[in-house]
């Protein structure tokens, strides 16, 4: 007998089995089949979000570099920094893909003196430059 004979066989005795097989193997496939489908969109839509978000950029002082080279030199080098510069700035806000750019230069202020620095007052509202200590310079 030769396969093919074998399998009619086979199927015609045991209809239900074959019957269930088919069942079980054609679940299977629309499972994966669902799987499949359902993975393809959630790149796409990914995809979508990442293309549809604007891109975001931001230069800022590279604070692991500067804990190493403190870390080897035990000295501060602060005045070695600058901020960017304006044409700097300007270049990246003239590339072809930025919409609108913005800019702003945080400040901060160290000192080697041991005792806490009062806040002091911008102008007769009572708004205070952050600090410690907590008093009021007249």
């Known amino acids: 007998m030769n396969i093919l004979k074998r399998g009619k066989i086979s ?8 019957a269930i097989f088919l069942l079980i193997v054609g679940l299977i496939g629309i499972v994966i089949a669902g799987a499949v ?34 870390t080897i030199s035990d000295e501060w080098f602060f005045n070695e920094l600058e901020p960017a510069s304006i044409e700097a700035i300007k270049e990246v806000g003239q590339l072809p893909y930025v919409r609108s750019f913005d800019y702003s230069f945080a400040l901060g202020m160290l000192s080697t003196l041991e005792d806490d620095f009062p806040q002091t007052s911008l102008g007769d509202g009572g708004d205070f430059l952050p600090g410690h200590g907590g008093a009021e310079i007249p």
Do not use: G
């Open 37 to 70: 489908i359902v993975n393809q969109a959630l790149v796409q839509t990914a995809e979508h979000i990442r293309l549809s978000t604007p891109t975001v950029v931001v230069m800022e002082t590279d604070e692991i570099a500067l804990h190493e080279r403190y």
């Open 11 to 18: 199927i015609t005795k045991q209809p239900i089995k074959t």
